[in-house]
């Protein structure tokens, strides 16, 4: 198999904002806060940690403060992904130099390029990087959708450490973990199948629920792991509302005034995203209290 960055849990942070600017007060708790509860990796400055709205001198200040902070603690994955090629390959090759283990690259957004396309952008960043890739397919939210097929072909360059697979189609899935088996890792990217994509051969989780709730989410893969089917699935099945109210809106919009409830920094979204709304907050404050979770007042 092709490098590999991890087996277990990850999660894909959220970034803590304040009205003008990082609140790094607040990551550096986040950080530790993961590490304590059992995360096996943290992925920083992915799609949920608002990527594209966040500036180069911002990108490298975050990634270098949480480079530091993690401390060699659990494995540093960097989001370097973009809808320019050349973009994707600067920003991949300074994680690397910062230190990150590895790069989380989602697709080409809304340039909706062909499947040769996808393979010319990942081949092109494997090419001018020595850390393993994530591949992040999620054409829900970009347009673009990588066939299992295509991943099979991604899936030979040396640097292809894996994909992070939040496609929702699990035939699709199922074919993509077929082809690529023993070449590269398949990675849970929607919570919702977290324990579904474990069955057929996962290596781990990249998590948006796992923000609030890191051990619990991590632990529906050490059951499994362990061979404790029964006690997995009935994890999951109790995190399942708790994962639902963090898609309530577009992500990272629910997740963030979790976090803030919880006492975890701001609720604070970069436009064009906005406040979760009045209706949708009450209904997460008594899924949060109902899932054993102390609620800031």
């Excluded at 530091?68 to 390959?89: E, P």
């Excluded at 590895?102 to 494997?126: A, F, H, R």
């Amino acid at each position: 198999m092709n490098k590999t960055i991890f087996k277990g849990t990850c999660t894909a942070a959220i970034t803590p904002f304040t009205e003008d600017g990082i609140d790094f007060n607040a990551l550096g708790k986040q950080i530790d806060f993961q590490i304590e509860n059992g995360i096996d990796a943290l992925c920083i400055l992915g799609t949920t940690g608002e990527a594209p709205t966040i500036t180069d001198s911002e990108y490298e200040a975050i990634a270098k403060f949480s480079y530091d902070k993690i401390a060699g603690r659990v494995k540093f994955i960097l989001g370097s992904g973009s809808n320019c090629t050349k973009k994707a390959i600067e920003k991949s090759q300074l994680a690397q130099k910062i230190g990150a283990d590895g790069l989380l690259v989602v697709t080409p957004y809304y340039n909706k390029c062909t499947q040769k396309g996808i393979v010319k952008y990942y081949n092109d960043i494997g090419d001018n990087v020595d850390i393993p890739i994530l591949c992040y397919n999620v054409p829900a939210r970009t347009g673009v959708n990588i066939l299992p097929r295509t991943m099979e072909e991604i899936a030979q360059h040396k640097n292809i450490g894996g994909i992070k697979e939040a496609c929702g189609n699990m035939e699709q899935i199922c074919e993509t973990a077929r082809l690529i088996r023993g070449k590269t890792a398949l990675y849970s990217g929607d919570d919702n199948l977290n324990l579904a994509m474990l069955s057929i051969g996962s290596l781990g989780l990249i998590s948006v629920a796992s923000n609030i709730a890191p051990k619990e989410v991590g632990d529906v893969a050490r059951l499994y792991y362990a061979g404790k089917n029964k006690e997995a699935t009935e994890l999951q099945e109790r995190l399942l509302p708790l994962i639902d109210a963090m898609f309530t809106e577009v992500n990272p919009i629910p997740v963030k005034k979790a976090a803030e409830l919880l006492g975890m920094g701001s609720g604070i979204v970069r436009a064009p995203l906005t406040e979760l709304e009045p209706q949708h907050t009450l209904s997460l404050i008594k899924i949060l209290k109902d899932f054993g979770l102390k609620v800031k007042e």
